[in-house]
């Protein structure tokens, strides 16, 4: 017998229910218990832990034989739904978490109804990327024919992107013939910047050591001059510099590299600027002085973001934009006899998608987009990511203004990083520990969920608000927590 109970004869082996009804109530019942879900977030403790009794019950081989869906159900709402991340939640401020949106949701089970490949071909799902691709040019003011694709995540546009500067800078020779002869190639980012880049040209076998880090400012910026300066170093010793990297929103501190100075230098020593953008690209829409962080964006070769952090959207969802469409299709396009297009057909609707990246099957990740943006409109998302940026300052002012506290850098955007330091007396060994001990403390306790890193090697509290449930009055809540919780951990309360 299969999952649904009947012989399983050929004829019936379809994966469809035998019993549409049955079927339609499960799945009913099932999204109201979603929306339940949505709904009641913010009342929700901002992380619970997976009990061991669950991670043991999420082990084992497959099933042979299936079992009623309903069952499938009550366990993925007993074991699975109660242990998200907490990414929902208000106070869930932790690495630089996208929260997700009611209308993502119902985007994502359209996107499951009409299972699309986005590789290419001609169906309704192609028009929805190039919709949103389109969008995002016009946002970030690429020029009319700029092209883009959407990806995982910023860490994949990454890779497209840089590849692309490869190409773009070397040749598409290079696809056939490797990098085996030639200087080496050199690409330049802030020290401030994001792993994904260095992934990307290890993957890309250029290698991290090629990744210069250009020393940065107080302000966690680049020094322009200093970039200036590698530049000229690398073609002095017969090197090749081929790509300056400049950063909007950095992950530490959401600072911001001079993104007009970096495009200055490229154009100087003809290098591709590639831009990553993965969160702060949307402070865009922001009013000033946030927006103001972007200027100059729209001079990049490439600019990779997400979606999926700063507008809100369901994972996963990046996007890479490219101001050279031939440069981006001469990286990637590749068409075997069996990929061949056609005028008419299924097999029309060129430009395909698999031309402007690695993967030739694709999801309908640009619904999700297309949902959001058209509900909320980029007004309102704007107006969220002020919000962010607003709710994080205030917690700047909170800390600046509480002497058991000390502000560990200017707020820059969306992130606030800070310590507890009490009354005084700890060196910043002990400072490290304790800070540790009330991050885990919070999370563990449910209350909520702020990250870690270090600012100048010291332990820092990380605020990243990618979050359209936070109010300004959770900056209050937390600091008086981490505050009543620092001080137990000391032993003053
Ligand atoms: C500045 C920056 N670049 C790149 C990334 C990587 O993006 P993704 O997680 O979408 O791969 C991040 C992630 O936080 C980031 O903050």
Redesign the pocket.
């Known amino acids: 017998m299969s999952h649904s109970g009947k012989k399983t004869t050929e004829a019936d082996r379809s994966l469809d229910p035998a019993d549409w009804g049955a079927f339609r109530q499960t799945a009913h019942a099932l999204l109201d218990d979603c929306i339940d879900y949505m709904e009641t977030l913010p009342d929700r403790r901002a992380w619970t832990p997976v009990p061991d009794a669950v991670k043991a019950r999420l082990t084992g081989p497959a099933p042979g034989p299936g079992r009623p869906l309903d069952g499938v159900v009550a366990d993925f709402k007993e074991m699975i739904l109660p242990h998200a991340t907490g990414n929902g939640h208000p106070r869930f401020f932790g690495?630089?978490h996208g929260t997700g949106n009611p209308a993502g949701m119902l985007a994502e089970l359209c996107a499951a109804t009409m299972n699309s490949n986005c590789g290419g071909r001609d169906h309704g799902a192609v028009y929805v990327e190039r919709q949103v691709i389109e969008w995002a040019r016009g946002i970030f003011g690429f020029p009319e024919g700029a092209s883009g694709i959407l990806t995982?995540?910023?860490?994949?546009?990454?890779l497209l992107a840089l590849s692309a500067a490869r190409v773009g800078k070397v040749g598409a020779g290079l696809r056939k013939a490797g990098m085996e002869q030639g200087p080496q190639l050199v690409a330049y980012a802030s020290a401030e910047?994001?792993s994904?880049?260095t992934k990307a040209l290890e993957i890309m076998g250029v290698g991290a050591n090629w990744l210069r880090p250009v020393p940065v400012d107080a302000n966690h910026a680049l020094v322009p001059e200093r970039l200036r300066a590698m530049v000229q170093e690398d073609l002095a010793a017969g090197r090749q510099p081929f790509c300056a990297i400049a950063?909007v929103?950095?992950?530490n501190t959401a600072g911001g590299d001079d993104v007009n100075a970096v495009a200055d230098i490229c154009a100087e020593f003809d290098l591709w600027l590639h831009v990553?953008g993965?969160?702060?690209a949307w402070a865009r829409l922001a009013d000033d002085p946030w927006r103001a962080y972007t200027n100059g964006i729209e001079r990049a070769d490439s600019l990779?973001f997400?979606f999926?952090?700063w507008m809100y959207v369901q994972y996963?969802v990046?996007c890479v934009l490219f101001r050279d469409e031939a440069v981006h299709r001469a990286a990637f396009a590749a068409r075997p006899d069996y990929l061949a297009a056609t005028t008419r057909g299924v097999s029309g609707g060129e430009p395909w998608y698999c031309d402007y990246g690695l993967d030739l099957s694709r999801g309908f990740r640009a619904l999700k987009v297309w949902f959001t943006i058209n509900h909320y409109g980029t007004d309102e998302l704007g107006r969220k990511v002020s919000d962010n940026c607003r709710q994080a300052a205030r917690l700047a002012d909170l800390v600046t203004g509480d002497p058991d506290l000390e502000l560990m850098t200017p707020a820059g955007l969306n992130i606030c990083c800070f310590r507890y330091v009490g009354q005084g007396g700890l060196d910043d060994a002990a400072l490290d520990a304790l800070n540790a001990a009330i991050v885990l403390q919070v999370q563990e306790e449910g209350f909520a969920v702020p990250s870690s890193t270090r600012i100048g090697g010291r332990y820092a509290i990380r605020v990243a608000i990618t979050n359209h449930r936070t109010r300004l009055s959770d900056m209050d809540l937390f600091r008086d927590r981490v505050v009543q919780v620092g001080r137990e951990l000391e032993g003053r309360s």
């Open positions: 690495w630089v995982g995540g910023t860490s994949s546009a990454t910047a994001h994904a880049n950063t929103g950095t992950v990553d993965a969160f702060g990779a997400d999926h952090k996963d990046g």
